[in-house]
C-alpha cells in the first residue's frame, strides 16, 4: 500500500517561508513518474483544496490564492515533492498533504503549517 508521509509544517509569522516535502517510498517509481502529483490543503472546518500540482514533465499549476508565492517541485529518483511557501499569510494556515491527483491513495498524516499575525 502506498504510503505517503508530510513534512516541514511549523509555526511561522506572517512573511515568512516554509518548504514543506513529501516522500513516498512504498510507491512503485514507475507509478510515481508517471502521475500527477499534488499538494492539497484543509484549513479547519473547511474542504480539501488543491493549491499545487506537477505533472511528471514538471508542468505546475497553482491556485490562484497561492499563485506567485507557492513553487512545486518534484525527484522522482527519490520519489519526493515539495513545496516552497513564501510570503506566508495567515490564511494559509492548514494541514498540507501530498496526493496523487484525481486517483488519490490513501491520505498521510499531513503536516500542519500555522502562521501568525
Known amino acids: 500500500q502506498v504510503h505517503l508521509v508530510e513534512s516541514g509544517g511549523g509555526l511561522v509569522q506572517a512573511g515568512g517561508s516554509l518548504r514543506l516535502s513529501c516522500r513516498a517510498p512504498?510507491?512503485?517509481?514507475?507509478?510515481?513518474?508517471?502521475?500527477?502529483m499534488g499538494w492539497y490543503r484543509q484549513a479547519p472546518g473547511k474542504q480539501r483544496e488543491l493549491v499545487a500540482s506537477?505533472?511528471?514533465?514538471?508542468?505546475?499549476n497553482y491556485a490562484e490564492s497561492v499563485k506567485g508565492r507557492f513553487t512545486m517541485s518534484r525527484d522522482s529518483s527519490r520519489k519526493m515533492v515539495h513545496l516552497q511557501m513564501n510570503s506566508l499569510k495567515p490564511e494559509d494556515t492548514a494541514v498540507y498533504y501530498c496526493?496523487?491527483?484525481?486517483?488519490?491513495?490513501?491520505w498521510g498524516q499531513g503536516t500542519q503549517v500555522t502562521v501568525s499575525s
Open positions: 512504498r510507491m512503485i517509481t514507475s507509478t510515481f513518474n508517471s502521475a500527477i
Open positions: 506537477m505533472t511528471h514533465g514538471r508542468e505546475a
Open positions: 496526493n496523487r491527483v484525481s486517483q488519490e491513495f490513501p
